[in-house]
């Protein structure tokens, strides 16, 4: 059974960081290519970033370019998303999610097999 546990979400000033890690099991992480994905109330589910499956290529959504940066272990089944600089704007629930397609960043909601349960992510001002 796939599971994606996030964790790593907090309260924090604007300005601050945070460190948000994802554990896999039940799958190897290295034959998946992996996103972060954030909610906020009342809005969709949007990509921040992803990563393919070596970590060789990433992409970032506007909003993260510059302050956030996603990277894997594989070794350690478990990925990574460092957020700097955060903004109040950057409070949402943040997903974890694993693509099973040959797309080395998958950045649609659609193109992702498995999710993780969220962390909250709140940034104060």
């Known amino acids: 059974q796939v599971q994606l546990v996030e964790s790593g979400g907090g309260l924090v000033q604007a300005g601050g960081s945070l460190r948000l890690s994802c554990a896999a099991s039940?799958?190897?992480?290295?034959?998946?290519?992996m996103g972060w994905f954030r909610q906020a109330p009342g809005k969709e589910r949007d990509c921040v970033a992803s990563?393919?499956?070596?970590?060789?290529?990433?992409y970032y959504a506007d909003s993260a370019k510059g302050r956030f940066t996603i990277s894997r272990d594989n070794a350690k089944n478990t990925l990574y998303l460092q957020m700097n600089s955060l903004k109040p704007e950057d409070t949402a629930v943040y997903y974890c999610?694993?693509?099973?397609?040959?797309?080395?960043?998958?950045?649609?909601?659609?193109?992702?097999?498995?999710w993780g349960q969220g962390t909250q992510v709140t940034v104060s001002s």
């Open positions: 999610a694993a693509s099973s397609l040959y797309i080395r960043t998958p950045s649609l909601y659609r193109e992702y097999s498995y």
């Open positions: 990563i393919s499956w070596r970590g060789r290529n990433t």
């Open positions: 039940g799958l190897t992480l290295s034959n998946y290519a």
